[in-house]
């Protein structure tokens, strides 16, 4: 762990049931007057974006709505909402739904006061000077870092592969986290974004970047999350399990800031890109599967994530493989997979998934124990 560490800037945030009704406030409270409001068309189809729709058009009627089609964020998603409207014509780019709305807030942003292209992106060569136009993100599923950070992450639909694209002008300038509207996620969306939240947790508490600051974030998630998520996840109305898995997903989401992501991240990708796998069920599939892998150098941790998890240690190295155990009792409970055999991902994919994982060589870094290419395959083997 280390001794010397910075913290990350994060925004102001709000957070708690019945928040979303300081929308209005919050939005004056960043001078805006016009307001490009991002959502997803499942919310949109479902009539649960209509409250917000109605209240930023009556409220700021020089207004606008975009709806993303695509699943998962791409060059051609962004490229379909450019050509729809010009960002410079608003004052504040606000995203209602999961982390691809706050992303494209993000890429919009800049794009309105930047002159970015998509090559930009993939290169790294991103040439912003500017700040953007302020964002607003209002998360409709526990917060995974999206809320809070400044990186987004792009499919190319043309090599198949994620871009990481960060830079700090992206940072929302203000974030709402409401569990009241988390109640309606259904209990399979509710299991694999929690599980992803407890990667969080997992990947900043093993991560060689980790410090005292992150430590108590990541633990304090952890506990929040094996406490409720069960709760959440077989009564979906139940208030305070809601609230804090929110809460726990939140505190796993700023130890993640503070570390940088790692494995767990870098091996689930690959998978969200190339098999169409959620980032939620990528991260939550590869977790216990690295969780194997790391624990012969990082023992103790896992014994104290064994301890968080309700397992009886002893305090001793040999307790360490009770906390995939127990994670995999999680996932028995939740009744998610723990191989990608349920999602047929082809074995034909293999070298491809290893070689999209390799390019991630930052998040690897951060892993406590070397990784190559041949362990790499024998995770994703393991996994199969």
């Keep these: 762990m280390k001794t010397s560490f910075g913290i990350s800037q994060i925004p102001p945030m709000r957070f708690g049931y019945q928040v979303i009704r300081d929308l209005t406030p919050c939005i004056q409270a960043i001078g805006a007057s016009r307001v490009l409001l991002i959502i997803d068309k499942e919310m949109r189809a479902s009539g649960l974006t209509r409250p917000v729709e109605e209240q930023i058009m009556a409220d700021f009627p020089d207004s606008e709505v975009h709806v993303i089609q695509e699943s998962i964020l791409?060059?051609?998603?962004?490229?379909?909402?450019?050509?729809?409207?010009?960002?410079?014509?608003?004052?504040?780019i606000a995203g209602y739904g999961g982390w691809r709305c706050?992303?494209?807030?993000?890429?919009?942003?800049?794009?309105?006061?930047?002159?970015?292209?998509?090559?930009?992106?993939?290169?790294?060569?991103?040439?912003?000077?500017?700040?953007?136009?302020?964002?607003?993100?209002?998360?409709?599923?526990?917060?995974?870092?999206?809320?809070?950070?400044?990186?987004?992450?792009?499919r190319d639909e043309e090599t198949g592969k994620i871009h990481m694209f960060t830079h700090p002008f992206m940072i929302p300038r203000m974030t709402l986290i409401d569990p009241g509207l988390m109640i309606t996620i259904p209990p399979d969306l509710t299991a694999s974004t929690g599980l992803d939240a407890l990667s969080h947790a997992i990947d900043a508490l093993i991560s060689i970047d980790a410090s005292p600051f992150s430590e108590m974030y990541a633990l304090q998630g952890f506990a929040l999350l094996r406490e409720n998520i069960?709760?959440?996840?077989?009564?979906?109305?139940?208030?305070?399990?809601?609230?804090?898995?929110?809460?726990?997903?939140?505190?796993?989401a700023l130890a993640l800031n503070m570390t940088g992501s790692g494995a767990v991240h870098a091996m689930a990708y690959p998978?969200?890109?190339?098999?169409?796998?959620s980032h939620p069920q990528a991260s939550a599939l590869m977790l216990p599967h690295v969780m194997k892998y790391n624990l012969p150098v990082v023992p103790m941790q896992f014994v104290r994530m064994a301890r968080y998890l309700g397992k009886?240690?002893?305090?001793?190295?040999?307790?360490?493989?009770?906390?995939?155990?127990?994670?995999?009792?999680?996932?028995?409970?939740?009744?998610?997979?723990?191989?990608?055999r349920a999602f047929r991902v082809p074995r034909i994919e293999l070298d491809n998934l290893v070689q999209d994982a390799l390019e991630h060589e930052s998040f690897l870094a951060r892993n406590p124990r070397i990784l190559d290419n041949e362990s790499l395959r024998a995770i994703y083997e393991a996994a199969m």
């Design 102 to 154: 706050t992303d494209m807030c993000k890429v919009l942003s800049i794009a309105a006061t930047n002159p970015i292209t998509a090559e930009m992106v993939k290169t790294g060569q991103h040439l912003i000077t500017a700040h953007g136009v302020p964002i607003l993100s209002i998360p409709t599923t526990p917060p995974n870092g999206a809320e809070i950070d400044d990186s987004v992450m792009i």
């Design 312 to 340: 009886p240690v002893n305090g001793n190295e040999s307790d360490a493989q009770l906390a995939v155990e127990a994670i995999i009792e999680l996932y028995q409970q939740l009744d998610q997979p723990i191989d990608l």
């Design 271 to 277: 998978l969200t890109s190339r098999c169409s796998l």
């Design 230 to 252: 069960i709760t959440a996840f077989r009564q979906p109305d139940n208030i305070k399990a809601r609230y804090n898995v929110a809460l726990g997903s939140l505190y796993s």
């Design 74 to 92: 791409s060059f051609r998603s962004i490229r379909q909402v450019l050509e729809a409207t010009d960002p410079e014509r608003f004052n504040t």
